[in-house]
């Protein structure tokens, strides 16, 4: 059973470590070697994999990200987290240019752990989504 104490200091290592620090090498001691993203990005690669391609996508396009855990929640298997994800889209994201524009966005994981590591991820809330309404905001004013 996942204890609430174990929870905290996973979803800790992966939002402090992995992308606020770019520490992308202890992405595969918290992810399982199986790992599924329900809610992956465009062309991103499966498994622990995947989730390293994104933190380092992230953290070139936005090179002052900060993610702020404002919520932990453990039910069973599972750890729910909101953060808040704050910084300045500088470079390229994708297919989306960079806007030079300062953000904050929600987003919300659902993990389910098994042997103490991320099995599955389920996420809402999109930093392109965000990045894409302030560009469009910015081009009506």
Known sequence: MLTEIDAKELVRRIFEEAVNQ????VIG??????FIDH???PDQAPGPAGIVDVVKQYRTAI???????????????RV???ETW????RHRLGDFLPTNASFVATRIHILRIENG?????????SIIDRLRALSTAEENT
């Open 117 to 125: 590591r991320v099995a599955e991820e389920w996420t809402a809330g």
């Open 86 to 89: 704050r910084g300045t889209h």
């Open 39 to 41: 809610s992956p990005g």
């Open 63 to 77: 090179p002052d990200l900060s993610v702020t855990v404002e919520d932990v929640i453990v039910a069973g298997d």
């Open 80 to 82: 729910i987290t909101r």
């Open 29 to 34: 001691e918290l992810y399982a070697d199986d």
């Open 22 to 25: 770019a520490q992308t090498d």
